[in-house]
């Protein structure tokens, strides 16, 4: 049997049981809501676009502009980590293309397929949906590698007129594509994964 089906509400700050109408928790004072309606998986779908939407930028336009006494360059993040391993530099080139390329690819397939499979009607497989949303949360606080990088490169390396670094119109467009990501994992509802749904 399950709490809805008992017609029991759980608080979702303190984890407490009440019964169904409760308006507000009696331990903590969280105002409860029943899993009534669809908007936790609309708000799920909506950040998740506007992040795969700052997410195209992001790669286009170049994350770093690196000026000398002799020229001036510009890098991708995808560039930048090419250019890293051509260097020799393998560990960081392979954590750069990780950090950038392969988590938040793998962020916007793992939400989009939960809020897929939460959608749909009798899906098997809630363990693995929930354990499936906390390792996207815990991936997620990762994400902003490149960007602390940036910030960190163009604090340090201001000399002037031997060598600056400055960050390029790309680190804006990545820093929200993974507040996007991160709102959008946080918009589900655990609940949902549980709610029975009937045909």
Known sequence: MTAQAA???GCRTCGRVW???TPTCGRCGARLRAIRDGHSLQAVWAWLLAGMVCY?????YPMLNT????????????GGAV????????????IVFVASVMIPIG???????????IGHQNIPGRHRHLRLLHIVEF????????????AILSALVQLGVVATIEPGPAAASFALSVAFTMLSAQSFDPR????????
């Open 7 to 9: 017609h029991l509400i």
């Open 19 to 21: 019964p169904e109408g």
């Open 56 to 60: 195209v930028p992001a790669n286009l």
């Open 67 to 78: 000026s000398t006494l002799l020229d001036k360059t510009t890098n991708t993040v995808i």
């Open 83 to 94: 250019e890293l391993w051509q260097g020799g530099n393998y560990g960081v080139a392979a």
């Open 107 to 117: 962020k916007f397939i793992a939400i989009g397929w939960l809020a897929l499979a």
């Open 139 to 150: 991936i997620g606080r990762w994400s902003m590698v490149d960007v602390f990088v940036v």
């Open 192 to 199: 949902t994964i549980w709610t029975t749904r009937t045909p």
